[in-house]
């Protein structure tokens, strides 16, 4: 004959463990919700976030005299048809930011466009860069 483990009182030693089976099942459906709650973190997460709506890219620069360098870059929007301004800039040779210009980059047929901008430098400038775009133009930019 097989003994059954003696039953403690429950107020003294607390509830009996569950089955093997049983903590197996909870343990997996807990590992499931875990891992859905990530899927969809993550679906919301990109979608959220996915790409910008402009991107700006240096093309060229040149630099025109001790004050001035001429700034080409080039713009990716998702949507053409919007406005977009640019910040444009001018670094010294110690990498300080030596100059800034915003852009207005109107609509246009095309997703991509570029724009060459003089940005003025109070120090000898060594190159010219793009610090980024974006949609939310300014209205001084708009209507000057």
Excluded: W
Excluded at 98 to 125: I, N
């Amino acid at each position: 004959m097989t003994e059954s483990p003696p039953q403690l009182p429950e107020s003294r030693y607390g509830r009996q463990r569950m089955a093997p089976a049983t903590r197996r099942r909870v343990a997996i459906a807990l590992g499931v919700l875990v891992l859905a709650f990530g899927i969809l973190v993550a679906v919301v997460g990109y979608q959220r976030f996915e790409g910008n709506d402009v991107e700006g890219s240096i093309a060229a620069y040149q630099v025109v005299d001790d004050q001035t360098v001429s700034v080409t870059i080039s713009v990716t929007r998702k949507d053409p048809s919007r406005p977009v301004h640019c910040i444009v800039r001018v670094r010294s040779h110690d990498g300080a930011e030596t100059g800034r210009r915003e852009v207005l980059v109107g609509p246009s047929d095309q997703k991509t466009v570029q724009v060459t901008a003089a940005v003025e430098s109070y120090k000898p400038p060594f190159v010219g860069d793009i610090y980024g775009c974006g949609t939310d133009v300014p209205s001084y930019l708009v209507n000057p």
